[in-house]
Antibody
Framework: QVQLVQSGGGVVQPGRSLRLSCAAS????????MHWARQAPGKGLEWVAI????????WYADSVRGRFTISRDNSKNTLYLQMDSLTTEDTAVYYC?????????????WGQGTLVRVSS | EIVLTQSPGTLSLSPGERATLSCRAS???????LAWYQQKPGQAPRLLIY???NRATGIPYRFSGSGSGTDFTLTISGLEPEDFAVYYC????????FGQGTKLEIK
C-alpha cells in the first residue's frame, strides 16, 4: 500500500533553516509529481510547492518562493523540502502528498504530517 | 489566484441527515480540476472527490460531488458518525488553492 513517512521538523529560531523529508513506498515514486502543503495551528490548508515526476519542474506558493526549495531523489524514493530564512509565519504542520498524476492533480495520498515551530 | 469560499463555516446536523456543503470560486474552474477532502482532528486530509464528481478509492457512495463554473457542492447522504469532520474544497487547474473549510459537527 502507498505510504508516505515524514521526518524532520521541530523547533527552530527565526532566520534559521530546516529540512523535511518524505520517504515514499508502495508505488512507482518516479512516475508521480509530489507536493508539500502546510496547515498553521487552527487554520486551513495551504499548498506550498510541487515538483514534477522528472525533477526538472518546480513551482512554489508566493509565500515561500525564494526561501523554500523542493527536491526529490528518485533513486531513494524520497521527497525533500529545504526551508531557509524561516519566520514565525512558517509555523505549521507540513504534509507531503502524492499527486494523482505525473503532473498537477489532486493529492491522493498524504504523509502523517510534521510540526515545524519557528520561535525564538 | 483563484479564491475558494466555502459555506457554511459550520454545519450542525444529526446522524442520518443529509449534508450539503458549498464551494464558490472567484473565477470559473473546469470541472476536471475541483476536489474535496475530509480532515479529522490530528489526521492528514483524505481525498474524497476529484474532477468534481469522481469518488476516490474506497470512498463510500453516500459522498457525491456536483457543480460547474464557479459553484460546486459536496453532498453527504445519510450522515454516519465518522463523517463529522472538516471538509475542504480545492482547485488544481491554475496552481493549487484550498477553501477555508466547513466544519460538520454533530447537532
Amino acid at each position: 500500500q502507498v505510504q508516505l513517512v515524514q521526518s524532520g521538523g521541530g523547533v527552530v529560531q527565526p532566520g534559521r533553516s530546516l529540512r523535511l523529508s518524505c520517504a515514499a513506498s508502495g508505488f512507482p515514486f518516479s512516475n508521480y509529481a509530489m507536493h508539500w502543503a502546510r496547515q498553521a495551528p487552527g487554520k486551513g490548508l495551504e499548498w506550498v510547492a510541487i515538483i514534477s515526476f522528472e525533477v526538472n519542474n518546480k513551482w512554489y506558493a508566493d509565500s515561500v518562493r525564494g526561501r523554500f526549495t523542493i527536491s526529490r531523489d528518485n533513486s531513494k524514493n524520497t521527497l525533500y523540502l529545504q526551508m531557509d530564512s524561516l519566520t514565525t509565519e512558517d509555523t505549521a504542520v507540513y504534509y507531503c502528498a502524492k499527486s494523482q498524476t505525473e503532473g498537477g492533480g489532486p493529492f491522493d495520498y498524504w504523509g502523517q504530517g510534521t510540526l515545524v515551530r519557528v520561535s525564538s | 489566484e483563484i479564491v475558494l469560499t466555502q459555506s457554511p463555516g459550520t454545519l450542525s446536523l444529526s446522524p442520518g441527515e443529509r449534508a450539503t456543503l458549498s464551494c464558490r470560486a472567484s473565477q470559473s474552474v473546469s470541472t476536471t480540476y475541483l476536489a474535496w477532502y475530509q480532515q479529522k482532528p490530528g489526521q492528514a486530509p483524505r481525498l474524497l472527490i476529484y474532477g468534481t464528481s469522481n469518488r476516490a478509492t474506497g470512498i463510500p457512495y453516500r459522498f457525491s460531488g456536483s457543480g460547474s463554473g464557479t459553484d460546486f457542492t459536496l453532498t453527504i447522504s445519510g450522515l454516519e458518525p465518522e463523517d463529522f469532520a472538516v471538509y475542504y474544497c480545492q482547485q488544481y487547474g491554475r496552481s493549487f488553492t484550498f477553501g477555508q473549510g466547513t466544519k460538520l459537527e454533530i447537532k
